[in-house]
């Protein structure tokens, strides 16, 4: 065998053994420094939507430092009394944006968005979708009245991605069954309420429920019924008989 080629060999496999030796070192001291951490709150439990929060229910937890969600709380004294607007489940950081503060009144209050209101809604087994409608879902409304012109009845949708915030008395999201309900509560803006109650005075409303993923507005066409004009009967012909 060649001599210069088996010094070659030596100092290559030196130079490996100092270099996989510097990375171990490298990489045990990586694994030795200290990781800075901050107290994040988070769900000692399953938290279900609509819940006021208690002590009980939360647990601290230290977090990267670097990598903190965002919104996220530093102490249970913050989120105390707060109504989640989300499910959380255990071990999930709480953030300020699924938070609602609560100040009086009932906790549904506390989840209606800013700028819109709460309106009940009296429902049946159809009207209901028989009872497949949950809070949480979202429905479009549908609004029937008598054509007096026409003598039929005529079918619009008044409003579309319209969010259920109670079935009844009941805001929880954790059913998955359904249920024959009586009223439904819908989150709705100031003239989108008054478009509903308008509705409800001139006929009959019905509930779309809609797949969750969809939250897309579609342009429905209007369109104008115009009545046919009535014609005047046909005269008829009288036939002369020559005398």
């Not at 819940?51 to 249970?76: R, Y």
């Not at 109670?166 to 309420?193: F, G, H, M, N």
Request: hydrophobic share 45%.
């Amino acid at each position: 065998m060649n001599k210069r080629f088996i010094i070659m060999l030596s100092i290559a496999l030196v130079l490996a053994f100092f270099a996989a030796t510097i990375a171990n070192k490298l990489l045990i001291q990586s694994r030795s420094a200290k990781i800075t951490t901050v107290p994040v709150v988070t769900a000692a439990v399953d938290i279900p939507y609509g819940v006021k929060l208690e002590n009980s229910q939360l647990k601290l937890i230290d977090w990267p430092s670097d990598s903190v969600p965002p919104g996220a709380f530093s102490s249970k004294e913050q989120v105390v009394n707060k109504v989640a607007k989300n499910n959380f489940y255990a071990g999930e950081p709480l953030s300020e944006k699924r938070m609602s503060i609560h100040t009086a009144g009932s906790t549904l209050s506390s989840l209606i968005n800013k700028e819109y209101r709460a309106i009940s809604v009296r429902v049946d087994d159809v009207v209901g979708v028989a009872g497949f409608i949950l809070p949480g879902n979202d429905v479009d409304v549908l609004a029937t009245k008598m054509d007096r012109v026409l003598n039929k009845a005529i079918t619009k949708t008044k409003l579309q991605n319209i969010k259920v915030l109670a079935v009844d008395q009941d805001d929880s999201r954790e059913k998955d069954k359904p249920a024959i309900v009586r009223a439904v509560t819908l989150e709705l803006k100031p003239e989108q309420a008054e478009i509903v109650v308008g509705a409800l005075q001139e006929g009959t409303i019905q509930l779309s429920l809609r797949n969750p993923d969809d939250n897309q507005v579609v342009n429905i066409p209007v369109v104008t019924l115009i009545p046919l004009e009535k014609k005047p009967p046909p005269k008829k012909l009288l036939k002369v008989i020559p005398w």
